[in-house]
């Protein structure tokens, strides 16, 4: 039985959009793998409101290698690529388990890998588990930050402090940033942060994950003009907006920003339209169980849902229009998909 299917209308659309845009090798460097047997029931392990969103878990119960390498043989058939992978960073799976089976998969497969860290943690005991895992950095992810914190609230220095940076300085490790707060990318209080980790821990390697959550472009503001003499570059994984993509590639330019999938989510059969202000992903009815109180959710059927694509494909699509609105080159575009990946991790 297929992982999942693959139809005439997903062909044309990569063969119309995609196959000649892409390079022949690309590196992923936001994917998720992890095990359904490593969710815990335990007392706590329960997502804390309004820190993540439901509707990523309705696309995949799990994701281990097997299943990223036959997603790619699908998706990519005349494409070579290579995952960065990091496990589900969610109390439903405990730090500790997610991260040994990620070393173990790393391994297995020769990829790079990022560690899951939680604030607690000492300087000492990131650097030992560093080690140990051969990871090239970490994950950071606002669902770690102390649990008193209202989520709207949460902010960056709550969920990787000091001490950690500073551990991550010394052996200029990889820091993947999942920003928090609602007004995302815009928000006064994630720049001034995201720029304090740039000038206090220069050797940092600082990649602001999904271009700091601009999924629409009221998220974005001046912030990408207040960032452009930075060093952090941006991963442009989950986010199908060709207008936050140009305004990304006309400011801070496209040696800055690198392709992530964020499989397995983005398997998810899907087009994604912004309504003021917030994003909303329109999906074939019933597809994916019941998406009652899901305020980014919006289901369809007939003729608009038999048209419906994959959300990767979405994303690529997006960025080859940014692309061809900037006039990039193809060097350029080598270097979304797989040169400033390589200059990181490999």
């Not at 460097?29 to 878990?57: C, F, I, M, N």
């Not at 604030?119 to 000492?124: C, F, K, N, R, S």
């Not at 606002?142 to 991550?168: G, K, M, N, S, T």
Request: overall charge negative.
């Amino acid at each position: 039985m297929p992982l999942f299917e693959y139809k005439p209308v997903d062909q044309q659309y990569y063969e119309r959009y995609l196959k000649d845009f892409l390079p022949g090798s690309i590196i992923d460097v936001h994917t998720h793998v992890y095990s359904g047997s490593l969710r815990t029931d335990a007392e706590g392990a329960k997502p804390l409101p309004g820190r993540s969103q439901r509707w990523p878990s309705l696309v995949a119960a799990d994701n281990p290698a097997e299943d990223l390498r036959e997603t790619y043989r699908i998706l990519f058939p005349d494409k070579q690529v290579t995952p960065v992978i990091f496990g589900m960073p969610s109390y439903e799976y405990t730090v500790e388990n997610s991260n040994a089976y990620i070393m173990e998969t790393a391994r297995e497969n020769g990829w790079p890998s990022l560690m899951l860290v939680y604030p607690e943690q000492t300087a000492d005991t990131l650097n030992v588990l560093l080690d140990r895992g051969g990871f090239r950095g970490v994950k950071v992810y606002l669902e770690y930050a102390p649990r008193y914190i209202p989520a709207h609230e949460v902010r960056i220095f709550d969920f990787i402090p000091h001490h950690q940076l500073e551990a991550l300085n010394a052996r200029e490790a990889v820091l993947m940033l999942h920003i928090p707060r609602p007004s995302r990318l815009k928000d006064p209080v994630n720049v001034a942060q995201m720029l304090e980790i740039d000038r206090r821990y220069p050797k940092v390697k600082l990649i602001i994950a999904h271009i700091g959550r601009a999924y629409a472009t009221e998220d974005v503001g001046d912030t990408l003009e207040r960032l452009k003499d930075s060093r952090m570059v941006f991963d442009f994984s989950a986010n199908t907006n060709h207008q936050v993509f140009e305004e990304a590639l006309k400011t801070v330019g496209p040696r800055r920003l690198l392709f992530g999938s964020d499989l397995p989510i983005t398997r998810m059969r899907m087009k994604r339209t912004v309504e003021h202000g917030a994003y909303i992903n329109i999906i074939p009815k019933g597809l994916y169980g019941d998406v009652t109180g899901e305020a980014h959710m919006r289901e369809t059927e007939g003729e608009e849902a038999a048209a419906l694509s994959f959300f990767l494909y979405e994303e690529i699509n997006a960025m080859r229009r940014a692309c061809e609105a900037v006039s990039a080159s193809r060097g350029d575009i080598n270097a979304l998909f797989y040169d400033n990946a390589a200059g990181i991790f490999l």
